[in-house]
């Protein structure tokens, strides 16, 4: 049975509605949610992002090839050749490995009571569990970018402070499908057994808490 009781955002505490201004999104799913254990949900890159940085890694051996193929009669010509296939391959290398490890991962543990966000294999955030008092999901979030304007589904935790009890939010997701996303943060509410509080249209400029 699920225990997720739906709430308006202003009943805790006077939480806002405005969308947080994120870091980044994503027109697309860049992270998704998963159950490794009944103890532990963990938000990590999703599988389309995964592959995408995969295979980066895998064209990247591809490089010698690439040399043997398109190499000079010899000399500074096959050189430089050799140079620049060697360096587009390291790139293809890092780009890979900077999609697969440098999406954000946040593993929250019923067990240990904690929740911990790490980015390149480094804890960057550490939060008890009992701090979480909501997770808030605000809809029709506009982004504007460079190739034009999107509308995102944003995914925030509402934090008490435990010294001061003021609460704060925290951005977790940024990202479309609307559907997909909000979901998320119905499941992750469902598993903190905390309040949802959802917002149905951000409607407007991003703004900061």
């Known amino acids: 049975m699920k225990s997720t009781s739906t709430v308006d955002s202003r009943a805790l505490g006077g939480v806002p509605t405005a969308p947080l201004k994120a870091a980044s999104a994503a027109n697309f799913k860049v992270r998704t949610l998963v159950r490794p254990s009944p103890s532990r949900a963990v938000v990590r890159a999703g599988l389309g992002?995964?592959?995408f940085g995969a295979a980066f890694v895998v064209m990247a051996p591809l490089a010698p090839v690439?040399?043997?193929g398109f190499s000079g009669p010899g000399g500074g010509a096959e050189l430089l050749t050799r140079g620049v296939v060697?360096?587009?391959g390291t790139g293809f290398a890092l780009t890979g490995l900077a999609i697969l490890f440098?999406?954000?991962r946040v593993v929250f543990d019923r067990q240990v009571g904690e929740a911990v966000t790490t980015r390149f294999g480094r804890v960057v955030g550490r939060r008890p569990l009992r701090a979480i008092r909501a997770v808030q999901c605000v809809g029709g979030v506009r982004h504007e970018s460079s190739e034009g304007g999107y509308v995102v589904e944003q995914v925030n935790l509402v934090v008490e402070d435990?010294?001061?009890?003021a609460l704060r939010r925290e951005n977790l997701l940024?990202?479309?499908p609307a559907r997909a996303t909000r979901q998320m943060g119905k499941d992750l509410a469902e598993f903190l057994g905390v309040p949802l509080l959802e917002v149905g249209d951000g409607g407007g400029a991003a703004a900061s808490l």
């Open 174 to 176: 940024n990202q479309m």
């Open 49 to 51: 992002v995964r592959l």
């Open 66 to 68: 690439l040399h043997r």
């Open 102 to 104: 440098g999406v954000s």
């Open 86 to 88: 060697y360096f587009i």
């Open 162 to 165: 435990e010294a001061t009890g």
